[in-house]
T-cell receptor, first 115, second 111 residues
Framework: SAVISQKPSRDICQRGTSLTIQCQVDSQVTMMFWYRQQPGQSLTLIATANQGSEATYESGFVIDKFPISRPNLTFSTLTVSNMSPEDSSIYLC????????????FGQGTRLTVV | LAKTTQPISMDSYEGQEVNITCSHNNIATNDYITWYQQFPSQGPRFIIQGYKTKVTNEVASLFIPADRKSSTLSLPRVSLSDTAVYYCLVGDRGAGNMLTFGGGTRLMVKP
């Protein structure tokens, strides 16, 4: 298994500002993903973070709003830009060792509140 | 991607066996079935994965009938700590696109 650490674990931010969430994996993973989860709801995939290239975004999510970096096989960041209260959610980072290995590992999540 | 349908919630008592069924009528030939468990304030955790028939590990069993249009996660002798949300996912294992979560089943284990 792999351990995924996310920072910050929670934050309260002013609308119009941006927050960058960091995701660190304790070992190399081929694939990394970012999810959003509203309390009591299921997870929604935001994007797949690709090393050395632009992330692949799911329908409804755009790079200008959720820029993602992935400089190496153990680290990724998600920025929530120009935040509004509707962005209040839990953001989860996930990793999988290979594209064919569907046992994904998840971080504890970042609980974001926008006021 | 094949869509999954699960019961929204289930109740059980400690020591009982719990079976959670997932319907995936449009499952494709290359699709695998994976189950995750999520506790409050934590990320999901992989439980089990299978393609057909039966798979068993130290945590659960997964039963998949021949037509693969459904699957059943079986949790033997549940305890209070098994109270969680259980997600059934279906997707092409090779494409890395398994990770589309459906609604999940909220299991409540009572003493």
């Amino acid at each position: 298994s792999a351990v995924i650490s996310q920072k910050p674990s929670r934050d309260i931010c002013q609308r119009g500002t941006s927050l960058t969430i960091q995701c660190q994996v304790d070992s190399q993973v081929t694939m990394m993903f970012w999810y959003r989860q509203q309390p009591g709801q299921s997870l929604t995939l935001i994007a797949t973070a690709n090393q050395g290239s632009e992330a692949t975004y799911e329908s409804g999510f755009v790079i200008d709003k959720f820029p993602i970096s992935r400089p190496n096989l153990t680290f990724s960041t998600l920025t929530v830009s120009n935040m509004s209260p509707e962005d209040s959610s839990i953001y989860l980072c996930s990793g999988a060792r290979a594209s064919w290995n569907t046992e994904a590992f998840f971080g504890q999540g970042t609980r974001l509140t926008v006021v | 991607l094949a869509k999954t349908t699960q019961p929204i919630s289930m109740d059980s008592y400690e020591g009982q066996e719990v079976n959670i069924t997932c319907s995936h009528n449009n499952i494709a030939t290359n699709d695998y079935i994976t189950w995750y468990q999520q506790f409050p304030s934590q990320g999901p955790r992989f439980i089990i994965q299978g393609y057909k028939t039966k798979v068993t590990n130290e945590v659960a069993s997964l039963f998949i009938p021949a037509d693969r249009k459904s699957s059943t996660l079986s949790l033997p002798r549940v305890s209070l700590s098994d109270t969680a949300v259980y997600y059934c996912l279906v997707g092409d294992r090779g494409a890395g696109n398994m990770l589309t979560f459906g609604g999940g089943t909220r299991l409540m284990v009572k003493p």
